[in-house]
């Protein structure tokens, strides 16, 4: 088999520009504001119930509730994206999964403007509206 030399010679000269689009990469997630692990903590909660299909429900009412539109709803999978208007484009995927036997783990993630959202304060509003939506829905009142 031959190979071209002048394929080659133009080669090294790239090895740069490859390496330059990795580090972009690894700066852009290693630049958020918040480690992996305090996001985390911001934008999970566990609810103590076994019923997958009423989280579902509430999660969904209670986005639309703080103004979001639904794009997006997927039950066998149990994710949401929804997507608000306002001062900034902001975009909310939620999924819920069962944690254990008796309990399920809400989570989610957003973005502002293409950016991630760090805030607490947009996902603390999430889960208290979550939370009573939950805690109305099992008591029946509407």
Partial sequence: MRYNRRYFLTLPPL?????ACQADSRQQVLASANTQAAQRAISTRQFDTRDQVRVFQ???ATLQDLGFVVDRADSTLGTVSATRFGSGLIRFTVSVRP?????M??????QLNQHELSDPAPFQRF???LSQALFLQANNID
């Fill in 127 to 129: 889960f208290e509206a």
């Fill in 15 to 19: 090895l740069p520009l490859v390496a």
């Fill in 105 to 110: 783990m809400v989570r989610a993630s957003g």
């Fill in 58 to 60: 509430a999660v969904i």
């Fill in 99 to 103: 944690r254990g036997n008796a309990n």
